[in-house]
């Protein structure tokens, strides 16, 4: 296995790759072929991202949503990469990650809105994203983007599409003369079809 380290902190290359040797996997700085660990600062040029903690280093593989180090400690990182990982995000994170990466604000209530959830539950979820990765709020946004971005989902930026079928497939509420025009609120006491007592 062969690693390339893109970093200007030569600080944090001296703690990944001594790590990394002792594990049989090679290493170089910034040239050649092989799978490439980003610092922040070098997003754009990473598979998988790392950053300084007060306990080590902490790796983050955004394809499989985990880290590959356990409890920031650099000499795990060489199992980290060959599939023994550490911490994985839940659904729940995961989604709040997209969703800051879409360019929702960082708010439990925008949260909430925009997937679905009360404001408790994306608190929470925002919580654990917090402590998963221990970065300030705008390195996090700044790595949410950037993975939205990998991700192709490029298209955030866009409104959504309107619904695409193939030709001559029936879309039920898509009948000649149906679905064009405002919506209607249905009158009082009939919203499922019941009619209201007097």
Known sequence: MRVVVWTDDLSLYARL??????????VSWREGE?????????????????????????VYDPRRRAFLTRK???????????????????????EVLEALGRGVAPR????????????WQARFA????????GLSLEALLCLARHQV?????QDHLDPPPGREVEP?????????GEGEGALEAPPVGQALGVEAFQ
């Open 17 to 26: 790759a001594p790590a990394l040797w002792a594990a049989g996997v090679a």
């Open 34 to 58: 092989g799978l490439t660990l980003a610092d922040l600062a070098h997003l754009e040029r990473g598979e998988v991202f790392f950053w300084p903690t007060p306990w080590g280093l902490r």
């Open 72 to 94: 920031d400690d650099p000499k795990t990182l060489a199992e980290g990469l060959r599939g023994r990982l550490g911490l994985r995000l839940t659904g729940r994170e995961a």
């Open 108 to 119: 439990p209530s925008a949260l909430g809105r925009a997937l679905g959830l009360a404001p």
């Open 126 to 133: 925002l919580q654990g994203l917090a402590r998963k990765f």
């Open 149 to 153: 971005q990998v991700a192709g989902l």
């Open 168 to 176: 001559g497939l029936h879309v039920p509420g898509e009948e000649e």
